[in-house]
C-alpha cells in the first residue's frame, strides 16, 4: 500500500481537485446554485495535502527525521485537511 501510495497519491489528489472544481463550477454557472461555492477551496486543500503527503512518502521533504516525527506530520495534514472539509461544508 505504501509503495502504491508513493506512485499514485498525487494523482488521486489532482483528480479529486478537479473533480471539486467543476461540481463548483457546474453548480455556480450552470445550475445557479451558490452553495457549492466552497468545493473548489476543499479540493484544492485535499489535493495540496495529498501532494505532500506523497513528497513526505518518498523522502523529498523531511529527509532527516525519523519514521516517527514523519508519521506524525502525515497525520497532522490529514488532521488538518478534515478539518478544513467540516468546516467548510
Known amino acids: ?25 457546474l453548480g455556480r454557472f450552470t445550475l445557479k446554485i451558490d452553495r457549492y461555492d466552497d468545493l473548489a477551496l476543499i479540493g484544492f486543500c485535499f489535493m495540496a495535502g495529498v501532494q505532500t503527503i506523497q513528497d513526505i512518502l518518498n523522502e523529498k521533504y523531511f529527509k532527516k527525521y525519523s519514521e516517527k516525527v514523519k508519521n506524525g506530520i502525515i497525520v497532522l495534514i490529514v488532521t488538518v485537511t478534515i478539518g478544513m472539509f467540516c468546516i467548510f461544508i
Do not use: D, N, P, Q
Open 1 to 25: 500500500m505504501k509503495e502504491w501510495c508513493k506512485k499514485h497519491l498525487g494523482w488521486v489528489g489532482f483528480g479529486v481537485g478537479v473533480a471539486f472544481t467543476l461540481i463548483a463550477l
